[in-house]
Each structure stands twice: as structure tokens, then as C-alpha cells.
């Protein structure tokens, strides 16, 4: 699995499970949502995230 296709799983995951956990458990969880948007968007322009390190020190292409 290449360090690319694992960030778009993870984010997905982080998104979906903020999204649950703001239906039925606090509001609140909508921010980690925004969190992990804005993480996206940033790594859009600055082609730099730290999620792509992490997985590139864990050992993925």
C-alpha cells in the first residue's frame, strides 16, 4: 500500500467515525471533522501533511 492510498483511507475513517460520534455521542466531535478538512486542504497547497510522514517513518512506499 503506497503512503498516498493509506492517507485517504485514514482520512476517510477520521471523517466518517468524527461524523458518527457527533450524531450520537457530543456535537462537539464536528471539530475533529474540521480538523482533519483543514488538514486536507492545507496538504493541498503546501503538498506537506503529517500523516504522510508518520506512514513514510512506519515503513510505506
Same mark, same amino acid.
Given at each position: 500500500?503506497?503512503?498516498?492510498?493509506?492517507?485517504?483511507?485514514? !482520512?476517510? @475513517?477520521?471523517?466518517? #467515525?468524527?461524523?458518527?460520534?457527533?450524531?450520537?455521542?457530543? *456535537?462537539?466531535?464536528?471539530?475533529?471533522? !474540521?480538523? @482533519?478538512?483543514?488538514? #486536507?486542504?492545507?496538504?493541498?497547497?503546501?503538498?506537506?501533511? *503529517?500523516?504522510?510522514?508518520?506512514?513514510? !517513518?512506519?515503513?510505506?512506499?
Amino acid at each position: 500500500m503506497t503512503v498516498e492510498r493509506a492517507l485517504r483511507l485514514i !482520512a476517510g @475513517v477520521f471523517i466518517m #467515525l468524527s461524523v458518527v460520534l457527533g450524531y450520537t455521542v457530543n *456535537p462537539n466531535w464536528y471539530w475533529f471533522t !474540521a480538523f @482533519v478538512g483543514l488538514n #486536507l486542504f492545507q496538504s493541498g497547497f503546501t503538498n506537506w501533511c *503529517p500523516m504522510m510522514a508518520i506512514l513514510r !517513518a512506519a515503513g510505506l512506499k
